[in-house]
């Protein structure tokens, strides 16, 4: 369960600056678009309110989570923005197949961010039902979609500072 410390659309002890010279990858998954469509709501949302240009948010969708990686790595390639965010929303069935592509997009979302130096951000809801998915996408427990997108920015700060001061005398 989300405390509210863990929170982190409504932390805001998060020093975030600088937005608006930052360009934001969203790639989001098909499956259970109710729920991923409230998730990048979030996200835009609060990535515009933090400053960044509505034109510097790139937006593409992919059929499903499975998919969030691969997707990732095209926006990359093709248009270098400074961090990615991939949105989705693996609900547990009665199937194995939850287990799957959950571990597959954990994997894929990290190796990506490893091997590019570009931070990409897992915003994946992996619940076992759907109301536990809609509290998490804009109900009671906030919005990881707000989340995703303060971490995406603080990571891209992160960057920036330490390339700075790599420059600076010690
Ligand atoms: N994609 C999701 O984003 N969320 C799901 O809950 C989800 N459940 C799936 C369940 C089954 C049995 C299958 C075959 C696919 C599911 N997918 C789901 C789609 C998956 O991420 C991917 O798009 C497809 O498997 C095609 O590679």
Redesign the pocket.
């Known amino acids: 369960m989300a405390s509210k410390k863990k929170n982190l659309s409504s932390f805001e002890g998060a020093s975030v600056t600088d937005a608006g010279e930052m360009r934001i990858g969203i790639v989001t998954?098909a499956?259970?678009k109710e729920v991923?469509g409230s998730l990048l709501r979030g996200a835009i949302k609060t990535l515009e309110a933090e400053g960044v240009d509505r034109k510097d948010i790139l937006l593409y969708e992919?059929?499903?989570?499975?998919?969030l990686p691969q997707g990732a790595s095209f926006l990359i390639e093709s248009l270098q923005p400074d961090a990615v965010i991939c949105l989705?929303?693996?609900?547990q069935?009665e199937?194995r197949?939850?287990e799957f592509?959950s571990h597959s997009v954990a994997d894929g979302c990290m190796n990506l961010s490893l091997k590019t130096n570009i931070p990409v951000i897992f915003g994946?809801l992996t619940t076992d039902n759907h109301e536990q998915a809609i509290q998490r996408a804009g109900g009671i427990h906030g919005n990881k979609g707000d989340e995703a997108a303060y971490t995406a920015i603080q990571m891209v700060n992160m960057k920036r500072m330490l390339k700075k001061k790599k420059g600076q005398p010690s």
């Open positions: 998954a499956w259970n991923t992919v059929p499903g989570s499975f998919e989705g929303c693996v609900i069935g199937t197949h939850f592509i994946v």
